[in-house]
């Protein structure tokens, strides 16, 4: 894709109102690729026993465009790009691991004609590999699935290998052409005047990465943001690292219900009819379950839905997770004999909550009554084809304690910097720590009107 990266966002934004940001501050020596050394992500793209590897493209300068369109729809506020990208991994002490994910749970697998990336991140994914297979008794599941996928396509391997509810993808030769990376449609009437994010109630019934990441954004703009989580399943990143758990929840309030009551899915649902956006990331039957289909609710004037999927809404049953979405997209490293290799840690997840936190205040500004439908494979295809940049050749080289990228163009070098470990701004609360005052002031809440 030729062009440049303020006029891609201002391309997506169109299509939920009129809003039109200004440009993005200029990155590192105005270079993205050097940008992309300083960001930590870099330090994980490449062979683990060979030289960091540049990214597929100018992504850093989208990425940079799509946090200066959010600054300037809710008014400047602190967010690192740097953090954004790559704190998970610093937090966690990540590596790079070529075809293995920094995270570990998901790999490239060569299958006769490409690619394939699988991710095993459960426990019951692992015990599924023998019915992929049809073998059991396996001593190895990554070794077996290695070795039994060379002579698949990888088209047909990763439709086989869905159709048991693991997360698998082929490397499409070149990234998908994505023009927008969110669908939009119509839930209700727009709430008149213009809202901002200060006094805007958010409740959040994502887990995990990318759902989490845009209710931190929100919140840093100024939203009120409710984490609500169910007790008898709770976020799975509550297990993992505690730092970044922080970093990405720290001054949101949190409520636990039990969803398999009535009671508490009648808490739920006013919770949601409360909310001024509701972030979910949920397979679109199980919200129907729950009783909150969207496109089925009764919403009033101004409701902003954000819905995060592998896949759209319009593929309810293609699970993913960062990584092997990323690779859906086309998003990977090269190295120099031309393999790919993962990009970052699980990227399509932190790009997708920014990109996801775009459309949410987006809406807003053009005054909501709307569903966002952000699908992580399209989010990473539109990060892949970023507007090209002229800017010849970039070396790395070899440097003592590292690497350097030199930009030829600017006459610059940018040591690859690893990945920097995020510091929580506020206090995370205990699981369920703030339900009781919530829940007694629900009918509070659904009376209010957010403020402009």
């Known amino acids: 894709m030729t062009g440049d990266p303020t006029e891609t966002v201002r391309r997506w934004l169109r299509t939920l109102g009129d809003v039109t940001p200004p440009p993005a501050p200029a990155p590192v020596a105005g270079c993205p690729f050097l940008d992309w050394a300083a960001s930590g992500a870099m330090e994980l793209t490449g062979e683990a026993d060979g030289p960091p590897v540049l990214s597929p493209g100018p992504m850093t300068a989208l990425l940079r465009e799509s946090l200066a369109a959010l600054a300037h729809l809710a008014g400047p506020f602190p967010v690192d790009p740097v953090l954004v990208l790559s704190g998970r991994a610093g937090a966690m002490n990540l590596t790079r691991r070529g075809r293995t994910s920094a995270g570990g749970a998901t790999r490239l697998l060569r299958a006769s004609d490409g690619w394939c990336a699988v991710t095993l991140s459960r426990p019951d994914d692992l015990e599924l590999v023998p019915a992929m297979l049809g073998r059991a008794d396996l001593a190895d599941p990554w070794q077996e699935l290695t070795t039994a996928v060379r002579g698949a396509k990888a088209d047909e391997l990763a439709d086989h290998i869905r159709m048991f509810g693991v997360p698998a993808a082929a490397l499409p030769p070149e990234p998908p052409s994505v023009d927008v990376p969110w669908q939009v449609s119509r839930i209700a009437a727009p709430g008149g005047d213009a809202r901002w994010p200060d006094g805007v109630l958010v409740v959040d019934l994502s887990s995990l990465w990318a759902g989490p990441l845009c209710a931190r954004l929100l919140g840093l703009a100024g939203a009120r943001v409710v984490k609500v989580e169910s007790t008898r399943r709770p976020d799975g990143a509550r297990m993992g690292n505690r730092r970044f758990y922080d970093w990405l929840h720290a001054g949101h309030e949190s409520v636990a ?16 009819r409360a909310a001024d956006v509701v972030i979910e990331a949920s ?5 129907a379950q729950l009783g909150l289909a969207p496109e089925r609710l009764d919403h009033r004037a101004g409701k902003v839905w954000v819905s ?7 593929h309810p049953d293609r699970v993913a997770f960062g990584d092997d979405a990323a690779v859906a997209g086309g998003l990977v490293g ?4 031309g393999e790919p290799v993962f990009c970052a840690d699980a990227v399509a997840d932190p790009l997708t909550g920014v990109v996801a936190a775009l459309g949410a205040l987006g809406a807003l500004a053009c005054g909501g009554g709307q569903l966002i439908d952000v699908s992580m494979r399209n989010v990473a295809a539109a990060f892949a084809t970023a507007p090209r940049v002229d800017h010849g050749p970039h070396p790395v080289r070899s440097a003592p304690g590292g690497s350097v990228v030199e930009c030829p163009a600017f006459g610059r070098t940018q040591e690859v910097l690893p990945p920097r ?11 369920g720590a703030d339900t009781a005052r919530i ?14």
């Open 439 to 452: 829940l007694s002031r629900v009918a509070e809440l659904r009376g209010r009107s957010a403020p402009r």
């Open 283 to 287: 397979r679109p039957r199980a919200l």
């Open 421 to 431: 470990a995020p510091v929580a701004e506020g206090a995370t609360p205990a699981m």
């Open 257 to 272: 219900v039990d969803f398999t009551l009535p009671e508490g899915r009648s808490t739920l649902a006013d919770l949601v």
């Open 308 to 314: 995060i999927t592998g896949y759209g809404r319009g």
């Open 334 to 337: 090269r190295c120099a004999d």
